[in-house]
């Protein structure tokens, strides 16, 4: 992989970077995307410093949902009767988008309540492959139009039993969600299977 580094004085240096595996383009375009959004302008030292600081929070991040979705778990395999677990609503309150209409917030609770538009959204999540995305009225479900749901299903030697998801305001980071929920669900496949 050829990096080309560009600095803020106009020094231009080529490095040749060998790699475990081999990147598809789209991916590379993501990466160099990612550090021109997030380094433009910053000394290696702050680049290193940031990096470090988003791996670290990602971790939190993942420990934080590998937690609530063993937990879910655990309370299926408890509760039979029950196909799906919803936790973590109560992290909505804290989302200022979202707090602050009382009324969407309400009907965003009812539909948690009622379980059976996710239901649906979590089955046509889990019939896809890898993380899907729901932004606002894409979900086709009205309490969600200014939510997004981030998803992905995990499977048991195999066959998928089940999705991981996120709910949040439309306007959530994106670029730390997707990886955490991706990453979660092979994770639980991992955990959950056979070895």
């Given at each position: 992989m050829l990096l080309i580094i560009v600095t803020a004085d106009g020094d231009v240096q080529n490095r040749i970077l060998f790699t475990q595996r081999n990147y598809g383009p789209s991916e590379l375009i993501e990466a160099a995307n990612y550090l021109n959004q997030n380094c433009l302008g910053l000394d290696f030292d702050q680049v290193r410093a940031r990096v470090v600081e988003e791996l670290r929070q990602l971790r939190m991040d993942m420990s934080e949902l590998m937690a609530a979705a063993l937990e879910a778990g655990n309370q299926a395999v408890a509760d039979t009767s029950t196909q799906y677990v919803i936790s973590g609503e109560r992290n909505l309150l804290g989302i200022e988008d979202l707090s602050s209409n009382m009324t969407r917030l309400r009907r965003l609770f009812d539909l948690f309540e009622q379980r059976t538009g996710l239901a649906q959204l979590l089955e046509l999540s889990s019939r896809a492959e890898g993380v899907q995305v729901f932004i606002g009225g894409e979900s086709?479900?009205?309490?969600?139009?200014?939510?997004?749901?981030?998803?992905?299903?995990?499977?048991?030697?195999?066959?998928?039993?089940g999705t991981i998801g996120v709910i949040g305001p439309t306007r959530m980071a994106y670029e730390r969600v997707i990886p955490i929920v991706d990453i979660t669900a092979k994770l639980l496949t991992s955990a959950l299977s056979a070895p």
């Open positions: 086709g479900i009205a309490p969600l139009d200014e939510c997004s749901v981030v998803a992905a299903p995990y499977e048991v030697d195999g066959q998928i039993v």
